[in-house]
């Protein structure tokens, strides 16, 4: 995992017209709060230019050339994710590249901090507002585990939470859930 790691931050830092990026998914969740087990690497990316052949051009070809087998996911008008690079490295570690459509996501991304992961290797990772956020719209079981995990043992910001799930629209699910935990 760490060599797949490095090698996604090479390639990223040499792509020209990425505004940004942030580790979601069980990587990030283990930097707020004891980590569960992952076998895979998830991006959150904000690669303004969302027209496929542009995406091949400038992000799949650079992995695809860096040993990664890459595809171009590209989702229908009412999915949330509209474009996803599925990835799996010369390793055999799975990598995730989700590219934001939203502006709300373009703010996860702003908002989040660089975290050493690895010994010398830091990589932006997505605030535990951020990923609650997140973990609520993608509405797996473990995706609601992970929320109960970082609203219970993360020191979050309560009213940037709820900003936020209202600019997602999952606020209602997040009252739900807070309330459940008496945490409203």
Request: hydrophobic share 45%; charged share 30%; net charge negative.
């Amino acid at each position: 995992m760490e060599k797949t790691i490095k090698k996604i931050i090479a390639i990223l830092e040499k792509v020209e017209g990425i505004k940004g990026y942030a580790l979601i998914g069980g990587l990030a969740i283990g930097g707020w709060v004891s980590p569960r087990t992952t076998r895979d690497v998830d991006l959150l990316m904000n690669f303004p230019q969302l027209e496929p052949r542009l995406i091949e051009d400038k992000l799949l070809n650079p992995l695809k050339e860096a040993g990664f087998v890459s595809t171009l996911q590209v989702g229908d008008l009412e999915d949330d994710i509209k474009f996803c690079i599925k990835s799996v490295s010369p390793d055999g570690i799975p990598v995730d590249i989700i590219l934001v459509a939203k502006k709300w996501e373009e703010e996860i991304i702003v908002d989040s901090i660089p975290i050493e992961i690895l010994e010398g290797v830091a990589i932006p990772v997505v605030k535990p507002e951020g990923l609650v956020i997140l973990k609520l719209k993608a509405g797996s079981f473990q995706d609601i585990a992970d929320v109960v995990k970082l609203l219970i043992e993360t020191d979050y910001n309560h009213e940037k939470i709820i900003t936020m799930a209202k600019k997602a629209r999952v606020d209602r699910k997040l009252k739900i859930l807070m309330e459940k935990l008496g945490l409203l």
